[in-house]
């Protein structure tokens, strides 16, 4: 399959009460949990995530976009 020979990198997550937020595709800084961003909008920096009981953890995932940054109005 495709998604076999795709390059993964190490990245932090966060898991709060059995949901996983994972960094945004281009924003350093920012999590987004399930829906983003279709049917859920919201973003989370690590300290509001953790400030909540969240606990980092580490996964492998596809490497991030490089371009096309979307700005702090657009989010």
Same mark, same amino acid.
């Given at each position: 399959?495709?998604? =076999?020979?795709? =390059?993964? @990198?190490e990245n932090y997550a966060y898991q709060l009460k059995? %949901?996983?937020?994972?960094?945004? &595709?281009?924003? =350093?800084? *920012? *999590? %987004?949990?399930?829906? &983003?961003?279709?049917?859920?909008?919201?973003? &989370?920096?690590? =300290? +509001?995530? +953790? $400030? $909540?009981? $969240? @606990?980092?953890?580490?996964?492998? +995932?596809?490497?991030? /976009?490089?371009? /096309?940054?979307?700005?702090? $109005?657009?989010?």
């Amino acid at each position: 399959m495709l998604h =076999d020979t795709v =390059d993964r @990198t190490e990245n932090y997550a966060y898991q709060l009460k059995a %949901v996983t937020y994972l960094p945004h &595709y281009r924003n =350093d800084g *920012f *999590f %987004v949990g399930p829906g &983003y961003p279709t049917h859920n909008k919201s973003v &989370y920096t690590p =300290d +509001l995530l +953790l $400030a $909540a009981g $969240a @606990t980092r953890i580490t996964l492998m +995932l596809w490497s991030r /976009g490089k371009t /096309g940054i979307v700005n702090q $109005a657009k989010i």
